[in-house]
């Protein structure tokens, strides 16, 4: 798999602005990977790499994160899966019921301009309830682009 250089775009229901950071872009005919850096939320704690890895004919979405937070969440359409997240207060299972997955291959590419660069825009969309023991559970809808430099 070569990998890409691109900007990953993320928007959640969480946050109000979309949010850019530097990344990788990997792509064969079953498989999608799209990897980027960021500081971490706390200032001082470094910085977290994601992954979001996306396996075509099976519509399962893998997002890990490795940093002072760390986290391990299986996505797929109508099943209920388990997660991981581990941080200095403790581990916490996780547990999600996924809605919606839109990936690269099921959605029209875009085309847009940035600072006088051509990009080819890729989007991507994920929506799912975040389900803890003993609480309502939250519902998040995240918004990927990765843009690819033409």
């Not at 001082?44 to 893998?62: D, I, T």
């Not at 997002?63 to 299986?74: A, D, L, V, W």
């Not at 899966?81 to 959605?107: A, C």
């Not at 990009?119 to 939250?138: G, I, R, S, T």
Request: aromatic share 10%; proline share 3%.
């Amino acid at each position: 798999m070569e990998k890409t250089a691109c900007l990953v775009s993320i928007k959640t229901a969480f946050e109000e602005n979309e949010k850019s950071y530097e990344g990788a872009f990997e792509c064969t005919e079953d498989r999608i990977r799209v990897s980027w850096v960021q500081p971490e939320e706390q200032k001082g704690e470094g910085e977290s790499k994601f992954l979001l890895s996306y396996r075509v004919g099976e519509k399962l979405l893998r997002m890990t994160r490795k940093g002072s937070t760390e986290m391990e969440m299986t996505f797929q359409e109508g099943i209920l899966t388990e997660g991981v997240m581990r941080t200095s207060h403790g581990d916490f299972d996780l547990k999600m019921e996924t809605f919606n997955i839109l990936f690269f291959p099921e959605t029209a590419d875009e085309e847009t301009t940035i600072d006088g660069r051509e990009y080819c825009v890729k989007k991507a969309m994920l929506e799912y309830d975040l389900c803890f023991p003993n609480q309502d559970p939250m519902r998040n809808t995240m918004f990927f682009k990765v843009h690819l430099a033409k």
